[in-house]
């Protein structure tokens, strides 16, 4: 089986006393965030990967670059053998599988320099040079807009995504300058060069947001993602007003960071949260739930945008040091992350909606589909990795681990169980058994769900409608692994 112990059953099974009652202790400290991650990377592996292309289904393939990032840093949060996705990945996929232009490549590149952070295989690093080298060989022009990188081999539009990209890619290769046997400052002097003329082009407008990318002053605007296909002829190009898409407000962040980090520029450190402020203050609802100014009419390119900008949120808050910003910027994460897994599931297929905000209509009634859910899942794991561990649980119940809930000996309790049971009505009725203790709940991938409520309840206290099953075990202090289920303790 593909899933192995993660430090929350190490925590507990190694830091609590069970007893008979095998009730934990209020004490227990825990990180929801994690929770929400682990169970979606459990969902997006198990049910959407295809391990013979090296992608995901139904996510266009610059998607699948960035699926594939999450889940490096899904695992850069706790050891797993998830990574044998790395390989698969790996083997199955070129180094230009992403699509038909340098952003779609680039995606795949900073995929690729996440893998090797926490997997050090050098064929990874390799993949990811060999992309930047194409990169910047053959985008970076002088003649159209007097720099950047185009967005296609066969369209010359400078566009905002594209550029950010290759200043991340740039700052994310310096430190290995060295390793690939380039001079010291070689992908330093490039981000620079990205970062002078990126500054002095205008994308960065009036309100701190950025739009979508230049336009000559002759000719037509265009706010389409990705609709401009303008071949600029003059060298003087202009803001094209174009969307303040989310994704292009993200990336940067993390360029800026990493850029300051090695230059020591602090107004790099400003522009980013001046960047950061603008996005919560004008690509939010009312309740500050993050936005995708298409919504919620967007197309598949667009479904994974907010995933990108949480990601690079979280990417930039370790090298802030205004404390007020730090926990905006963690309560942002935060509170758009309660917010997707309370409300944002379909119950019908375990997906997550494309609207972040629990005010819009019904998870099953808006788009949901693998990138909807991957960029949910960027959004646990960015606050699972910006959260301290040290947190309560505001519930009355804590994690354990992936799987049925089980003793050491793998052996189960007597418990209650239903099928079609959401996880909703699971918990709720766990919390009226005062004989529970643990309760664990399957979402397959064929959206069937199961609750099983682990008891010491007597059988004749089974609630109505559900069914008793007998059982060896006296205490949980484990759980199986078991993909797609989720097991919960009982805290006092």
């Known amino acids: 089986m593909l899933w192995s112990s993660y430090f929350i059953t190490i925590l507990v099974t190694t830091l609590l006393p069970f007893t008979a009652t095998m009730k934990v202790k209020s004490s227990l400290l825990t990180n929801e965030a994690f929770s929400w991650a682990e169970l979606t990377a459990s969902r997006m592996i198990t049910c959407q990967y295809d391990s013979t292309s090296g992608l995901w289904k139904n996510e266009l393939r610059w998607q699948s670059g960035n699926t594939l990032e999450t889940l490096a840093n899904f695992v850069s949060l706790m050891d797993s053998p998830l990574r044998s996705v790395f390989h698969q990945t790996y083997m199955n996929t070129d180094m230009f599988v992403g699509g038909d232009c340098f952003d779609d490549y680039q995606w795949w590149l900073l995929g690729w320099l996440q893998v090797y952070s926490v997997e050090p295989n050098l064929d990874y690093l390799y993949r990811a040079a060999d992309i930047y080298d194409f990169v910047t060989v053959n985008a970076w022009n002088d003649t159209i807009c007097r720099g950047g990188i185009q967005w296609c081999p066969k369209n010359a539009y400078k566009n905002a995504i594209t ?22 400052t070689y992908f330093l002097d490039w981000a620079l060069k990205e970062w002078q003329w990126f500054e002095a082009s205008g994308l960065i407008n009036g309100y701190n947001l950025i739009n979508d990318g230049l336009s000559s002053t002759t000719e037509t605007i265009s706010t389409s993602h990705k609709g401009n296909v303008n071949h600029f002829q003059d060298a003087s190009c202009v803001n094209n007003n174009g969307t303040t898409w989310t994704y292009n407000q993200g990336v940067i962040l993390t360029g800026l960071a990493l850029l300051y980090n090695s230059t020591g520029n602090a107004t790099l450190l400003d522009i980013a949260q001046k960047i950061a402020d603008a996005t919560i203050q004008r690509l939010t609802y009312s309740d500050l739930i993050l936005k995708e100014p298409c919504e919620p009419n967007c197309d598949t390119d667009q479904q994974l945008f907010k995933g990108i900008f949480v990601r690079h949120l979280a990417y930039l808050i370790p090298y802030l040091t205004d404390a007020a910003h730090i926990q ?15 409300s944002r599931q379909c119950e019908r297929d375990g997906l997550y909606s494309l609207i972040w905000s629990n005010q819009s ?8 589909n693998s990138s909807t859910t991957s960029a949910a899942w960027d959004l646990f794991v960015s606050s699972a990795k910006t959260k301290s561990l040290s947190i309560k649980s505001p519930s009355n119940w804590t994690y354990l681990g992936l799987g049925n809930c089980a003793d050491d000996k ?39 769900q199961y609750c099983r409520i682990r008891t010491s309840s007597d059988p004749h206290q089974t609630p109505q409608g559900w069914s008793y099953e007998n059982g060896t075990a006296k205490t949980v202090t484990r759980s199986n692994k078991f993909p797609v289920t989720s097991c919960f303790l009982r805290v006092v």
């Open 163 to 184: 550029n950010e990209l290759f200043l991340v890619s740039s700052m994310r290769l310096h430190p290995y300058a060295s390793l690939l046997a380039r001079p010291p």
């Open 328 to 342: 905006q910027y963690k309560s942002f994460l935060e509170q758009n992350a309660e917010s997707v897994w309370t």
């Open 361 to 368: 209509s019904a998870s099953c009634n808006t788009s949901h």
């Open 410 to 448: 793998n052996a189960s309790m007597p418990n209650f169980n239903k099928m079609n049971v959401t996880k909703i009505e699971c918990r709720t009725t766990a919390e009226q058994d005062t004989g529970a203790v643990a309760y664990d709940h399957q979402f397959g991938c064929n959206g069937i």
